[in-house]
């Protein structure tokens, strides 16, 4: 059975980091991608990043600079570093395994199994 865990989410002030982890059981990294995304109150889901299974890793236009994902070494588990938080980044952010094509990494439907989400709240 495949389980995606997230942690790491919290409240944070404008500026200030956060380190998510997407704990993952059930499927191999080297047959799958694990992206993040994440859904703000009334707005669609929105992809953040993803790594995929040759460990290169890719990033929407806003986190470029400020995010890093990251697998963990010898763990099952894929992280997302997140520095210079804006309020802008509230939301609820989700991990995600799949098997996108490179043009559709940025698609939700590309991917199969959800975690359950982690809140992140920034204050301005």
């Known amino acids: 059975q495949v389980q995606l865990v997230e942690s790491g989410g919290g409240s944070v002030q404008a500026g200030g980091s956060l380190r998510l982890s997407c704990a993952v059981s059930?499927?191999?990294?080297?047959?799958?991608?694990v992206g993040w995304f994440r859904q703000a109150p009334g707005k669609e889901r929105e992809f953040v990043a993803v790594?995929?299974?040759?460990?290169?890793?890719y990033y929407a236009d806003f986190a470029k600079g400020r995010f890093a994902v990251s697998r963990g070494n010898g763990e099952n588990t894929v992280h997302l570093q997140m520095d210079t938080l804006k309020p802008e980044d509230t939301a609820v952010y989700y991990c995600?395994?799949?098997?996108?094509?490179?043009?559709?990494?940025?698609?939700?439907?590309?991917?199969?199994?959800w975690g359950q989400g982690t809140q992140v709240t920034v204050s301005s």
């Open positions: 995600a395994a799949g098997r996108p094509v490179l043009s559709a990494i940025r698609y939700p439907n590309m991917y199969y199994n």
């Open positions: 059930g499927i191999t990294f080297s047959g799958h991608a």
């Open positions: 790594i995929n299974r040759s460990s290169y890793s």
